[in-house]
């Protein structure tokens, strides 16, 4: 965490002075401005365009019963990218700017899935159980349900067996 934040308030901004000195130094104080200001203002516009697009699909996915994980994962980067466009620099814009193109979004989407698909999960280590009885008496429905930390979390076996016996007690 410490590498993380180091890297987000010490390098980031040290490599956005030096960017914007060596290129006001090229190109002039002035249009390093208007270039900060056009990018972000671009950067906004995708922004917008992109983060409708994928709320379109989400949606697609949500009408065909599927999950949207990857529109998801591609707003969190749409968001991401806007941020960095709202930062001032050029290092961070041309960031943003990447991760609003939907090749480069699509992309890291999938391997961010990917990886996750891979780490096991902390709610993979839980059971979670419901059902209802009916008591054929007085008709009331009675509802269950349990939560639990699986005992045998790292063993092989875990989750694969479920034993379990159904008594029907109706009189045919």
Not at 153 to 167: H, T
């Amino acid at each position: 965490m410490f590498k993380i934040l180091f890297l987000l308030f010490i390098v980031v901004p040290l490599l956005e002075l030096y960017v914007l000195i060596e290129v006001g130094s090229a190109i002039g104080a002035l249009p390093t401005i208007l270039l900060t200001i056009a990018t972000a203002a671009l950067g906004g516009l995708m922004m917008k365009y992109q983060g409708i697009q994928v709320v379109q699909q989400a949606q697609l996915s949500l009408a065909k019963g599927e999950h949207p994980q990857q529109q998801v994962m591609e707003g969190m980067l749409i968001f991401i990218g806007g941020v960095a466009l709202l930062l001032p620099g050029l290092v961070t814009d041309f960031i943003g700017l990447l991760l609003l193109l939907p090749p480069v979004r699509v992309y890291l989407a999938k391997r961010w899935l990917a990886r996750a698909m891979r780490q096991p999960s902390a709610s993979s280590h839980y059971v979670h159980a419901e059902w209802t009885v009916r008591d054929e008496e007085s008709g009331r429905i009675e509802y269950h349900q349990v939560s639990r930390r699986r005992s045998d979390a790292n063993s092989e076996q875990s989750g694969r067996i479920i034993e379990g016996e159904v008594l029907d007690d109706k009189k045919n």
